[in-house]
Structure formats: C-alpha cells, structure tokens
C-alpha cells in the first residue's frame, strides 16, 4: 500500500535504489534479488544492494554466477512461481545475452495466458558513459519500447529512483529498470521515508517555461535544466519534462506543454537514429502539426560505437540544447 510522508532525507540515487529496495524486502517476503555479486561483501558493482544480504539474508539476496541468462531465467521462473524477484544485469549491453527470454517470456506470458500469468519481474541495469567503451555504455531502450508487454523506467532524481523502483517491484508485469551509473549514482536529493510510491506513466515537469518545451529523461535532465538556468538570463525560457517512465509514456503532458510553447527539442543519450524521440518527435507533430512553429528537433548521439576516450564525448551537453533552442526562437511566433 502506497504511504505518505512529508519528511525527507538527502541521499545520492545508489542509497535511494538501495532503500527502495530494501523497504520492498521488509514489506513481502517473496522479493528476492540476483544478480553478479550483488550480495555482500561486493554489493553489487556499483555498492547498491551494499547491506542488503547482512539484513535480510543470501537466500533473497543472491550472488550468481557471471552468465546473465540464467539470472534472467531464473528470475523469470520465479515470477511464475510467486516471487517479485529484482534481476540485476550489471550493464545495459550484457543484456542481450537473455534477450530472448525478455521479449518473448516475460513480456509474453501474461498476453499468452488470457491474463492469467503475471510476472512481477523488475530487471535493473546500468548505462555507463564514455569512461566504460562501446561494450558497456549503450543506451538500449528503444529496443525495449518497441516489445508490448515490459514496462520501462528511467529516473533522473534520487526520489524517484525509490518511488519508481518500489512500484516496479509490486507491480505485476515485468519492469526493464535502467540506471545510470557514472552520471546520476553520486547525484543527491531529498527522499522520503517510508513506503511512497510514484506511477508510473506520469511526466514531471522539472521546470516551467514560456518558449521551447525540452522532452527528456535520465541523465539529460540534468543537461537539459543547466541549458535552461543558462539560456533564461537570454530571456529564452525552457521548460523541461522528464519523463520518467518511457513505457507508459505520458504524451498528455507533453503535449499539453507543447501546445502552449509550440516549440519542441526532444533529447536523450541514446543514438539519434532510431532513438525514442524519434517516436515522441512523431506523435507531437501527428498530434500538433498546425500548432507548431516550427519542426520538432531531436538531440541524441551519432550513429557510431560509444569511444572509450573521455575527450571524444557523444553525449549531448547544454551547449548543443541551447543551440538548437535558440534557433527555434529566431523562428517568430504567428500572429493566429
């Protein structure tokens, strides 16, 4: 049962997700996690499931063996079984070892059964940055998007982090939880206590704006809010969506902004190509084609393999957001 409660801590988002986690532990006994040294003393990769199995035990929280189509099939089995179990994929690009068994079990059976067969899977994973290579640092989630049947989250803040992830775990269709390490681990901000709950499919509009509605989620929140602080002393005045979830995606909110700002940048790290703006790029314009001042532009990478250099960024920073904002706003708003 989802709580309220007004008090809030200031916790960086690896101690949020971990505290998410373990509240779901201490409310059903039937969540489990697995992952690549996920249980003590490693704590996973990136410290956060760090305590979790001296709390609550190594027989929910499991250490497996490097060999993630197990972990995701037995995840899956367990699901099937009672379980809520949390399956940890240590980065985002190994995921395609149990491909398979995401997009046609998981994301299948309860279609396939009449609505008869949950699967209350939550499967979280990382996106790296430059620091880790091609082979650690992609964005996949548009692949995700395009299976009916997995929901998929991406939280930008701490607070949500632990709101999302408590949802995802007592929610009974299996949830693609993707995190990103370098940029929004060590990212803090104020939680609450407690067992509050955020839905999914429902936008949060970081900040208001007047002129250009910038649609993003994950890391380039951040980028998109610093591109924001800096183009207002130019009288250009952003306002940023963070979408949170992808699927569901909450297109009312987006287009309820874009209707009054008529202007649009869609951003996100993964590649332009193919990416997730692409299909939010197409509804606003299906949806407000006469509205717009001009066409939706979309930021994202290249098509090329994440470099392993530091000084070869890809990523879209605020300079490339603050470019593509003003010139939107040399295009002059119509009279009608």
Known sequence: ???????????????????G???????????????????????????????????????????TPIAEAAIVGSAIGLSLAGYRPIAEIMFFDFITVGLDQIVNHAAKLRYMSGGHTPVPLTIR????????????????ESWFMHTPGINVVVPSTPADARGL???????????????????????????????????????????????????????????????????SAEGIELEVIDLRTLVPLDMQTVLESVSRTRR???????????????EIASRITEEL???????VVRIGAPFVPVPFSTSLNIFPTAETIKDAARKLCRVPLSMT
Request: charge should be negative; avoid cysteine.
């Open 21 to 63: 986690m373990d509240v779901a532990f201490g409310l059903d006994e039937r969540v489990i996690l697995l992952g690549e040294d996920v249980a003590d003393p490693a704590g996973g990769v990136f410290k956060v499931s760090k305590g979790l199995s001296e709390k609550h035990g190594t027989d929910r929280v499991r250490s």
């Open 264 to 278: 649009a940048i869609v951003t996100h790290q993964a590649t332009k190509s193919v990416g997730p703006g692409a």
């Open 1 to 19: 049962m989802t709580t309220t409660n007004e008090s809030a801590r200031i916790v960086n988002m690896a101690k949020a997700l971990n505290e």
């Open 289 to 295: 084609f006469s509205e717009l001042e001009a066409p």
């Open 125 to 140: 994973t990382t996106v790296g940055s430059s620091r880790f290579g091609a082979q650690h640092a992609q964005s996949l």
């Open 165 to 231: 992830m408590l949802t995802s775990i007592f929610g009974d269709d299996p949830t693609l939880f993707i995190e990103h390490s370098e940029m929004l681990f060590n990212v803090k901000g104020p939680v609450p206590d407690g067992d509050v709950r955020i839905p999914f499919g429902v936008a949060d509009v970081k900040r208001r704006g007047k002129d250009v509605t910038v649609v993003t989620y994950g890391p380039q929140v951040a980028v998109a809010l610093a591109a924001a602080e800096e183009l």
